[in-house]
């Protein structure tokens, strides 16, 4: 009897544990935050997957109990040219986009790409905190992490491109799939900037709509854009500024627990995503060699030429758009 008594009493606690386990973890998902996320680019995407396991997964891992990123999807979830306006008005939480997609609300944006130095040294000298305040006012939003900038950009093309007496590059004629990042080049070089979804250029370049795209220097072997061009002008330009937004409505409802659980994985993808991009990068290179694209490397006056009409245009470019002060501002905080 006193053994049968024993065993209930055990069988008891046990339960009244289990009971008392499953209580307390429906009450910390209960007060666990979620925040709804998409990409601007398709998820199988290089710079996605970047975003989903070194940010999104490592918030759920840090974050359990307190803030879980909730990941919908890519542009067949919101468009890439709504996901700006999408976040802006809260009809989603975060937004992880290139800055370029949304440069019509903040011209600024090209600064961050236009610019020499890592996100690391931008926030020491102040400039992100300026930056900052210029999405939150203009986007409704708060950037938690600007990542992958270790990235840079290439044009790639399905025909040769012609060259100039001096043996710089001359792109008149061609029409190149273009977004904000680098449409000032496409024109300083003579081509015609055509806009265009990222899902759209694969069959753009086999019915000859496009004559080629800019690229990042990651992503085109997992689109499979590598078998799809001939040629790659080199050196890259620019530098990538993807940007991981959250609409401020949301924002101001965080607990500050999951506010600096954010802030704090979203100032360390900065520095591994700038890894990844450089591990991705190399993929990337091997890809396009063994699909035999041709790179063609500019040198001496042409090499210079090629990058000061990339850079001087960005920067002409943003002058138009913003005040002198403004401009003067941007480039003490984001070139060397």
């Given amino acids: 009897m006193l053994q049968f008594r024993s065993g209930s009493i055990r069988l008891a606690a046990v339960a009244v544990t289990l009971a ?6 429906a009450k910390l998902q209960a007060m666990e935050v979620v925040v709804t996320a998409v990409t601007a680019l398709p998820t199988k995407h290089d710079l996605s997957q970047t975003f989903l396991e070194l940010f999104v997964k490592r918030v759920n891992d840090e974050g359990k109990g307190i803030v879980r990123v909730d990941y919908k999807g890519g542009p067949e979830v ?23 997609y949304h440069a019509g609300i903040t011209p600024q944006s090209a600064a961050l790409m236009a610019t020499n130095m890592t996100p690391k040294e931008v926030r020491a000298n102040g400039g992100f905190d300026h930056i900052r305040g210029i999405w939150d006012k203009k986007l409704n939003t708060q950037i938690i992490s600007w990542s992958e900038a270790a ?17 710089t590059v001359d792109l008149t004629g061609y029409k190149v799939r273009s977004t904000g990042a ?11 900037p055509i806009s265009m979804p990222v899902s759209d250029v694969y069959t753009a370049l086999e019915r000859g709509v496009v004559d080629g795209f800019g690229w990042p220097s990651v992503g085109l072997k997992a689109l499979g ?5 001939k040629f790659r002008i080199d050196p890259p330009f620019y530098h ?11 924002w101001g409802t965080l607990p500050q627990a999951a506010k600096d659980i954010l802030l704090k994985v979203g100032e360390e993808y900065e520095l591994s995503s700038s ?3 450089m591990e991705k990068g190399a993929e990337d290179e091997a890809a396009i060699l063994e699909a035999g694209v041709k ?11 090629y990058l000061d009409a990339a850079y001087g245009s960005a920067w002409k470019r943003i002058a138009k758009r913003l005040d002198a002060n403004e401009v003067s501002l941007l480039k003490s905080k984001l070139l060397k």
């Fill in 240 to 250: 990538l500024a993807n940007l991981v937004l959250l609409n401020n409505d949301k």
């Fill in 225 to 229: 854009l590598a078998n799809a061009v």
């Fill in 295 to 305: 790179i063609i490397k500019l040198s001496g006056k042409a090499e210079k030429d």
């Fill in 182 to 192: 680098y449409r000032a080049l496409l024109e300083a070089l003579g081509a015609s």
């Fill in 151 to 167: 990235a840079q950009f290439y044009l790639y093309m399905v025909r040769e491109p012609t060259y100039r007496a001096d043996g």
């Fill in 20 to 25: 008392l386990s499953l209580s307390l973890n």
């Fill in 275 to 277: 890894k990844r991009m």
């Fill in 78 to 100: 919101i468009p890439q040219k709504k996901s700006a306006q999408a976040v802006q008005r809260g009809a989603i939480d975060m937004l992880h986009s290139p800055a370029a």
